[in-house]
């Protein structure tokens, strides 16, 4: 704090200020998740997706902060991605904490083509 009367004027003084990105690093892939990135469900049982079918791991966020959206879906027909604590509505984003809580699940049509699996990609 300039407490002098008048306050000093530095003139002809210049100086650089350089922003340090707090994140420099983009999410990669956590250690063991196999590609392709995807997951097989029994086409009459509710399925939850789990960090070993979907994991990314960002140094400079927390997994509360490193979101998945669901940017294309796939027909109802074919059955939901949900969020645990709230059943029967489309997931449009989650996050990797719910991955890891276990709250993100793939719910089968209710009117399924019989018994066998879906394949579900991740990209």
């Not at 509710?46 to 079918?53: D, G, V």
């Not at 018994?115 to 991740?122: A, H, N, T």
């Amino acid at each position: 704090v300039d407490s002098a009367d008048p306050p000093n004027v530095l003139e002809d003084q210049e100086f650089n200020i350089q922003i340090l990105p707090s994140n420099d690093e983009p999410p990669r892939l956590a250690p063991g998740v196999a590609m392709p990135l995807g997951i097989t469900a029994v086409a009459d049982k509710i399925t939850t997706i789990t960090p070993t079918h979907l994991a990314y791991i960002d140094l400079d966020s927390d997994p509360r902060n490193l979101q998945y959206e669901v940017t294309k879906t796939f027909p109802t027909e074919f059955g939901t991605l949900e969020h645990a604590d709230r059943p029967y509505v489309p997931l449009r984003t989650f996050t990797q904490a719910e991955l890891e809580a276990g709250k993100v699940i793939y719910r089968p049509a209710p009117t399924t083509y019989g018994p066998g699996s879906s394949s579900l990609m991740f990209q």
